[in-house]
Structures are given as C-alpha cells and as structure tokens.
C-alpha cells in the first residue's frame, strides 16, 4: 500500500465551526489530491496540490481551501462548515515520471459530519 | 465537459463472470482507470488501459476499450465473494492527473 495516512479518520462538527483535515504522505510524491464522495456522484476533486506551495482548484472547491508547506503534508481547510460539506473526503498521491502511467493512489478517507 | 457514467448496481452467482460497463464523453481521454472500493475503505487500483490499447488482461480480470463508442469494460472472472465492492472507473487526459470519476458500479456476488 502506498504510504499515505489521513486524520482524523472521522469527526463530528457543528455547523459555522472551522475544520481542517491533514493528508500526510511518505512516498515523496509530487502531487496531491483531495476528493469528497457523495452518493451518486463518485469522487470529486475539491483541491489538488503539484507542489509545495502550488495549488489548484477542483471541480467543486467552493467554501474549500488548501494549503502545501512540505512535501509530504497536504492540508484542507473547511473555513465555515456547513452540512453540504457533510461527506468521505479522500486524499490521493500521485507521482510524475516515475512510470507510464502515473496512477493516483488513495488514502483511507476521512468522514466528517456537520450537524 | 468531461462526463463518466456507470450503471449503479450489478448482481451475480459466485463463478459466474461479471462485466461492468462504463460510458466517458471525453475524446482526448488518455487514461482510463478501474478502482475497487470495499466498505469503509479508500479506492484501490484494479487496472488501467491507455487510449491505443483495445484491450489488456491481467489475472481474472479483462479490461476492454472502445473507443469509437467511448465505451470501457471491466470484465470479472469466475468471480467471487470478496470481490463484492463499488467499482470506479476513471478517466484522464494525463496520467495521474485530474481524474474524473464515474458515479460507482455496487457490485454484489451472492454465494
């Protein structure tokens, strides 16, 4: 398994209150990726990071943010929760020029509950 | 914009095959993926094909391209219990970047 480990595995919250999920990787990929999971919509990419520092927004990166000060350390930041961003956020790794297909591997998601 | 779908559901007799289809509307897709998802767990890559490959085998599992009718098939052999799961398929136009995912075929093997 890819070295990737997310915390917290699973939070409550209330609605209105800051929350920041971490995505910690050791296998000194150069991109990361953070995914929520809804029913009926598969995965969708929120944030994605090519580098310290270098972020990007997703699909649906509304009331999101991120941020890359080291490699191995990818963080998203819910500045106001509110109970649509209820979900399974998922981080992904991925490296470049390491193989023909530089596939994304993912973490074990974390669940987060706005109440 | 880039479109993925996939049927929601598939039930099969543990043995049998099980095939899944997916539909992707992108034609500059590069990169077309196949993830497992078992309950409460991440996404694990199952496979990949690239768009100039028709089709590719590995173990019991059999990915088929066309892409003519931008149409992607994971075929299941002699499939088994564990590998009741969700099934993703995901697509690219650059390997390991951007994917867009379907919305997950809930695949269910009955003994």
């Known amino acids: 398994d890819a070295g990737i480990t997310q915390s917290p595995r699973h939070k409550v919250t209330e609605t209105g209150t800051p929350v920041t999920l971490r995505c910690h990787q050791t296998?000194?990929?150069?991109?990361m990726y953070w995914y929520r999971q809804d029913p009926g919509h598969g995965l969708r990419l929120i944030h994605y990071?090519?580098?310290?520092?270098?972020?990007d927004k997703g699909e649906v990166s509304d009331g999101y943010s991120v941020s890359r000060s080291k490699t191995e350390d990818f963080l998203l930041t819910l500045e106001s929760a509110t109970s649509s961003q209820t979900s399974v956020y998922f981080c992904?790794?991925?490296?470049?020029?390491?193989?023909?297909?530089?596939?994304?591997?993912f973490g074990p998601g974390t669940r987060l509950t706005v109440l | 914009g880039e479109d993925v779908e996939q049927s929601l559901f598939l039930s099969v007799r543990e043995g049998d095959s099980s095939v899944i289809n997916c539909t992707y509307t992108?034609?500059?897709?590069?990169?077309l993926y196949w993830y497992k998802q078992e309950p409460g767990a991440g996404l694990q890559l199952l496979t990949y094909?690239?768009?100039?490959?028709d089709m590719k085998q590995d173990q019991r599992l059999t990915v088929l391209l066309n892409k003519k009718d931008k149409h992607l098939s994971l075929r299941i052999a002699d499939t088994q219990t564990g590998d009741s799961a969700i099934y993703f398929c995901?697509?690219?136009?650059?390997?390991?970047?951007?994917?867009?995912f379907g919305g997950g075929t809930r695949l269910m093997v009955k003994p």
């Open positions: 992904a790794i991925s490296s470049e020029g390491q193989g023909v297909a530089d596939t994304q591997y």
């Open positions: 296998e000194n990929h150069r991109y």
């Open positions: 990071s090519y580098g310290v520092k270098d972020t």
């Open positions: 992108d034609s500059s897709s590069t990169y």
């Open positions: 094909i690239f768009s100039n490959m």
């Open positions: 995901a697509e690219s136009i650059r390997a390991g970047n951007m994917l867009t």
